[in-house]
């Protein structure tokens, strides 16, 4: 295996990126290098500390790109083949990331580690939020990498949002029959060159030279080991037959590796908030190292990381004590989690002697955690107002303008008081329709498009839906509690949806009537929608139009319109006297499910 490493090399800056251009270059046929890169493509490239900018990564990543695409006969896998790529404490800007995303989307089986850590990468701006998602999404087929670092970046609120949200979204379990896309077309190629290259010399050595019978044929060996030398050979790169590989691929993406850095990335409240449901679903560093072939080199990680966890975010010093408190007691929660489901596959019982103490040590972190995180949330949202997160103001968008096409007023109670301060509000034109239990069943539709960032990210603190806005009552009436409104995501048995969806026969039910106090907040949603539209347009229509595709799931989006298509909804919200403009954001979203994003 080669290595490019030129920390001992007293050049910085464009240099360094010559330097490294210049090495690569020797690689293609025919340099003094073409010969060494036919035997092993496989490289090590290490610009530490360079001062090395987006000027001087240009230099060198174009050749490194052609080096990983080349193809001929000599060289079938290509010329360099990238498995480890340390580029920490430079100056590298996002800027960098798109010809990076290529070399990372190249290298999906060989890639082992890749540093970034301690550069300049910020994201803030729409056009590098879109740099930094393409980036990430390059990992979607990476199935060897063990360590990922972007400790010491300015993520800062955007970058761990949408890191959050592609991370949540990434798969991670595959059956070892799908592996076969992933795997590179490199290994199929090489092991027919290598059987190629076998026969011939297997004939070179029957043929008979006229003069020199007795005398072996010299021909040129093989720059290609065979295939039982790359089974015993002593690379540890090229050991592994197609069913190791198999394996191996079977995990894959972001949530696939077992180190993920995030120290020191000026990570924010909000990116605490984002950082905690990523916790939950990550896996310890041990089940995703067994699909992962052994290797001698250890991977180096800070003093703070643990075993136990494959996302390493301590230390970020600049969170607030009790908000480090809610990412902590989410981790202890997600270890008690794997512990859990870990003795519930064992074949013995553990005992009840530990059992009770356990389970009252987990209600008790579940009921601070629940404590702690409404504390966090209500003051992000107070502080820094609806625009702050892209699912927050995606959710809260979609619910406004779903609200105004589809709450009808045939489908209005009329209940003695409450018609009083309904009739004060503008409604949609009438029709005809009812009010039934409906599921969200969106199976045949997808809401994988790729989100839109201007919408958000450019807009300013100000505006409806922050808390300095003085019209704020007649942008977004006031919204039910979150106890009243989680019923509406309640789903029903298919029988009932079957008999939901027949013809009406005579009048509606009539409906109970509501106390005089406060309306309750009824679990039902809409059967027949406006225009006799099925929900499934209505969905997509609403949902291109707010931008929420790749933001909100499928049922994110479906209980925003059962919800903001409810009269009880609205008649409760009515009723609400005194609650500050961020508690009822804070009810709205926590009732809908939408403060942060859902896993795939």
Request: proline share 6%; glycine share 6%; net charge negative.
């Amino acid at each position: 295996m080669g290595k490019l490493n030129y920390l001992a090399r007293r050049i910085s800056g464009l240099k360094a990126g010559q330097a490294v251009s210049k090495d690569l270059k020797k690689r293609f046929p025919p340099g003094t290098g073409s010969k060494s890169a036919a035997r092993d493509p496989f490289v090590e490239i290490d610009v530490t500390g360079k001062a090395l900018t987006d000027d001087g990564m240009a230099q060198f990543i174009d050749d490194l790109v052609d080096c990983l695409e080349f193809r001929d006969q000599d060289h079938p896998t290509g010329l360099a083949r990238v498995t480890e790529l340390h580029l920490q404490g430079n100056l590298l800007t996002v800027n960098s990331l798109p010809k990076l995303a290529e070399v990372v989307a190249l290298s999906a089986g060989d890639l082992r580690e890749l540093d970034l850590s301690n550069n300049n990468i910020q994201i803030a701006t729409p056009e590098e939020i879109e740099k930094w998602v393409a980036f990430l999404e390059s990992f979607q087929k990476c199935f060897m990498l063990r360590k990922l670092d972007l400790g010491g970046n300015a993520l800062g609120r955007a970058g761990m949002e949408h890191l959050a949200r592609i991370y949540m979204k990434s798969d991670l379990d595959f059956l070892e029959d799908d592996a076969h896309e992933v795997i590179s077309s490199e290994y199929d190629e090489q092991e027919e060159s290598t059987e190629t290259n076998a026969l011939a010399e297997g004939v070179a050595r029957m043929k008979l030279v006229a003069g020199k019978e007795n005398e072996p044929s010299r021909s040129k060996k093989s720059p290609y080991k065979l295939k039982s030398e790359l089974k015993n050979g002593k690379s540890e790169f090229r050991c592994h037959t197609y069913e190791e590989l198999k394996k191996y691929a079977c995990t894959r993406g972001l949530r696939s590796i077992p180190h993920l850095l995030l120290t020191n990335v000026s990570m924010t409240s909000n990116s605490a908030i984002h950082l905690v449901p990523m916790l939950d679903i990550q896996r310890a560093p041990e089940p995703l190292l067994s699909f992962l072939p052994v290797v001698g080199k250890a991977v180096t990680l800070p003093e703070a990381a643990t075993s136990s966890k494959s996302i390493i975010w301590r230390p970020n010093d600049e969170l607030a004590p009790h908000v480090l408190r809610m990412i902590e007691v989410a981790e202890e929660l997600q270890q008690f989690q794997q512990s859990n489901e870990a003795s519930d596959a064992s074949s013995e019982a553990s005992g009840d002697v530990d059992n009770a103490a356990q389970m009252m040590l987990q209600s008790k972190l579940r009921t601070e955690f629940t404590r702690v995180c409404k504390r966090v949330r209500l003051e992000v949202i107070k502080a820094d107002g609806i625009h702050s997160s892209m699912i927050w103001s995606t959710a809260v968008k979609m619910m406004l303008v779903s609200r105004a096409l589809l709450l009808e007023d045939k489908d209005r109670p009329l209940d003695g008081d409450d018609d009083d301060a309904l009739e004060r509000m503008p409604m949609p034109k009438p029709r005809e329709g009812r009010v039934v239990s409906l599921p969200i069943d969106d199976s045949e539709d997808s809401s994988s498009g790729e989100p839109t960032y201007y919408h958000v990210e450019d807009a300013m603190p100000s505006g409806p839906f922050h808390p300095s806005a003085v019209a704020f009552d007649q942008q977004f009436p006031n919204l039910p509690s979150t106890t009243q409104s989680a019923s509406t995501t309640r789903r029903v048995p298919s029988s009932d949806i079957a008999e939901a969806n027949q013809p009406r026969k005579g009048p509606s039910p009539p409906q109970p009537p509501a106390t005089a106090s406060r309306r309750r907040v009824r679990g039902c949603s809409k059967l027949d929608w406006r225009y006799d539209l099925p929900f499934k347009v209505w969905r997509r229509i609403i949902a291109e139009a707010v931008g929420a595709d790749g933001v909100l799931d499928l049922e994110q989006q479906g209980r925003i319109m059962h919800y903001a298509s409810d009269w009880d909804v609205v008649a409760y919200g009515m009723q609400i006297k005194g609650a500050e403009i961020h508690q009822q954001l804070w009810k709205f979203l926590e009732s809908v499910g939408c403060f942060t994003y859902s896993p795939l």
